[in-house]
C-alpha cells in the first residue's frame, strides 16, 4: 500500500506478501418451472414461482484469499498500519517498507507483531519526517500462522483415520514430498476418498479450506493448495490435515473439538499422487512455519513414523 504527502498529509499504498489460504467460489445451477436454466451465487428461495426441481453445484476457481490483511488508518499526521488477523488462532507478521521518501515508523520498520485470533493490531505509525516535503511510501507485510513463542509438549496423537486396513504411505523426511522445512516431520496416510479424519488431539479450529476440486502432480500450482483443517493446540502448535474431500470439513473456525471427533472426510485434493489424508504438527520458529516430530498411537500400539 503506497500513501503520499501533501504538505501536513500523508497516503499510503500496501503491498501484501502473505501466506495464501486458497479458496473456491460455488456457482448454482438450476431449471425453472419453464424450463428456464439459471445460474447464481445462492439457493434460490423455495416457493412455488421459482422452486427449482433439482440444484447442481458448479464449483469455480478463485484466486486465493490472504490469511492476513494490512490496512492504514489516518491518525494525526501520519497513519496507522494495521494488521487484521482473520485466523481462529494467532499470527506473526513482519512489516516493512518497501519504498519510502520522507517518512519513519514508530517503532521503526522492519518490525515483527503477534496479532490475536480474528482482532486487528495496530503495528506501527506511519508519520512523516519533516511535515513541511512531500512524501510517500509503500508498505510490505509477510505472515505465518502460530505464535512464535509456543512451547511444543512431548503429546501422544491418536491415529486421525477412522478405517481398518491403513498404511503410511510417507512418513518422516519422504523423498516425494516431505523435503521441506513444513512438511519433513509428516505422514502421508493412504485413505480411499471419504474416509472420516478424527482430531488427533484435542484443539481449536484455527482455519478451514474446503471448496478446492482439483489435484494434480504440478508442485508449483498445486503445493499449498489442498483442502485443509488446522487445528491449534493448547502449547501452542498445529496440526495440520490436508487433501480433504470437496466440502468434506465437518468443523467450523473458532469449534473447540476433542481428540476422536470426525473432522472431515479424506480426499485427493491439491499436490497429490491418489487419495491420501496428509498430517503433519507445525510450529512458527519466527516468522518460519516447521514441521516437528511427534509420536502417534494406532490400534496396535505406538507407530514407526519414519526417520528423517
Known amino acids: 500500500m503506497s500513501r503520499r504527502f501533501a504538505r501536513f498529509a500523508l497516503a499510503a499504498l500496501v503491498a501484501l506478501a502473505v501466506l495464501p489460504a486458497v479458496r473456491a467460489g460455488k456457482v448454482y445451477r438450476?431449471?425453472?418451472?419453464k424450463g428456464v436454466v439459471h445460474y447464481g451465487d445462492h439457493v434460490p428461495q423455495?416457493?412455488?414461482?421459482?422452486?427449482?426441481?433439482?440444484?447442481?453445484?458448479v464449483p469455480v476457481s478463485a484466486e486465493p484469499t490472504a490469511i492476513a490483511t494490512l490496512r492504514t488508518q489516518a491518525s494525526g499526521h501520519g497513519f496507522q498500519a494495521i494488521a487484521e488477523n482473520r485466523l481462529a488462532g494467532p499470527i506473526e507478521v513482519r512489516m516493512d517498507f518497501s519504498r519510502a521518501r520522507n517518512v519513519r515508523g514508530n517503532p521503526d520498520l522492519p518490525v515483527r507483531a503477534v496479532v490475536p485470533a480474528l482482532r486487528g493490531a495496530v503495528v506501527s505509525y506511519i508519520d512523516s519526517v519533516d511535515l513541511?516535503?512531500?512524501g510517500d511510501f509503500e508498505l510490505r507485510m509477510d505472515v505465518v500462522p502460530g505464535d512464535p513463542r509456543a512451547r511444543p509438549q512431548d503429546v501422544e496423537y491418536v491415529l486421525p483415520l477412522q478405517m481398518a486396513g491403513w498404511r503410511i504411505d510417507q512418513g518422516f523426511g519422504g523423498s516425494f514430498s516431505h523435503d521441506d522445512e513444513q512438511n519433513r516431520y509428516a505422514l502421508d496416510l493412504a485413505a480411499p476418498i471419504g474416509t472420516p479424519v478424527l482430531a488427533?488431539?484435542?484443539?481449536?479450529?484455527?482455519?478451514v479450506e474446503s471448496d478446492f476440486a482439483r489435484a494434480g502432480l504440478n508442485r508449483e500450482r498445486y503445493a499449498?493448495?489442498?483442502n485443509m483443517v488446522r487445528i491449534l493446540h493448547?502449547?501452542?502448535?498445529m496440526g495440520l490435515y490436508a487433501h480433504l474431500d470437496v466440502a468434506g470439513v465437518r468443523v467450523r473456525n473458532g469449534e473447540r473439538v476433542r481428540a476422536g471427533r470426525v473432522i472431515a472426510r479424506s480426499g485427493n485434493t491439491g499436490f497429490t499422487t491418489g487419495p491420501h489424508l496428509h498430517f503433519a504438527v507445525q510450529v512458527n520458529r519466527g516468522m518460519r512455519l516447521e514441521s516437528i516430530r511427534f509420536r502417534m498411537r494406532g490400534p496396535q500400539g505406538p507407530l514407526n513414523l519414519g526417520g528423517g
Open 132 to 134: 513541511s516535503q512531500p
Open 200 to 207: 488427533a488431539r484435542d484443539g481449536v479450529v484455527m482455519q
Open 46 to 57: 423455495d416457493d412455488a414461482a421459482t422452486a427449482p426441481a433439482r440444484v447442481d453445484v
Open 30 to 33: 438450476w431449471v425453472d418451472a
Open 224 to 226: 499449498g493448495r489442498a
Open 234 to 237: 493448547d502449547d501452542g502448535t
